[in-house]
């Protein structure tokens, strides 16, 4: 059991360049969101997924995308990179059982930096 | 919105307890807390839903006010390992997971 899994642990891009971040787990949670994080701002919601072929749009979407082919998998994708996208992201994934929520079990993190 | 916590950093001595505040201008049906260590996910604490449920797994205790959509974390005779940052996550609708985030407090224990 390898909860969640993400894909790379570091990139560096340049300016303009698109890249996809990998995000997979083997729970079988219905719930999988992306968030980034940046100093004193906390965990920002980018985009969510409430089960296979259902996404929606969190608080900081733009520049963006995401599908949900499979329970397992969430990508995230980058179009064209910029600076402002440096951060560190984060996917969480969470079971619910009438709609009571066991919490977010979080992979381990891509550090992205956009030079 | 993100919910307000204070204090924003505070540090103890192993031994000490300590409050966590969380505080949201909207209705909230669910609060999350979760501990984050330097350099590492974050990792859940604890769930407190509005009518009163709590699910957690650490010795760890909350508070949550429904009306004043306040929630605290207390944390009682600190051990060096409570050291990080803990995030609160507020949820607004029964069985809608997406949580917003608050900024953190940073909580550091020294011997």
């Known amino acids: 059991n390898a909860g969640v899994t993400q894909t790379p642990k570091f990139q560096v891009l340049k300016t303009g360049q698109s890249m996809t971040l990998q995000c997979a787990q083997d729970?079988?949670?219905?719930?999988m969101s992306w968030y980034r994080q940046d100093p004193g701002m906390g965990l920002r919601l980018i985009h969510y997924?409430?089960?296979?072929?259902?996404?929606d749009q969190g608080e900081v979407p733009n520049g963006y995308n995401v599908s949900r082919s499979t329970t397992e998998d969430f990508p995230l994708r980058l179009l064209s990179a910029a600076p402002s996208q440096t951060s560190v992201y984060f996917c969480a994934s969470s079971r619910t059982t009438r709609g009571l929520s066991y919490g977010y079990t979080f992979g381990s993190g891509t550090r992205l930096t956009v030079v | 919105q993100q919910p307000v916590q204070s204090p924003q950093a505070v540090i103890l001595r192993e031994g000490e307890d300590a409050v966590i505040n969380c505080s949201s201008s909207k209705a909230l049906y669910s609060v999350h807390w979760y501990r984050q260590k330097h350099g590492e996910a974050p990792v859940f604490l604890m769930i407190?839903?509005?009518?009163?449920e709590q699910k957690g797994h650490e010795k760890i205790s909350a508070s949550f006010n429904e009306k004043k959509q306040q929630s605290s974390l207390y944390l009682t005779a600190s051990q060096l390992s409570y050291s990080g940052t803990y995030f609160c996550g507020t949820g607004q609708n029964f069985g809608n997971e997406k949580l917003t985030f608050g900024t953190g407090t940073r909580l550091t224990i020294i011997p």
């Open positions: 729970m079988n949670h219905e719930y």
């Open positions: 997924s409430v089960g296979a072929g259902i996404t």
């Open positions: 407190l839903l509005k009518g009163g």
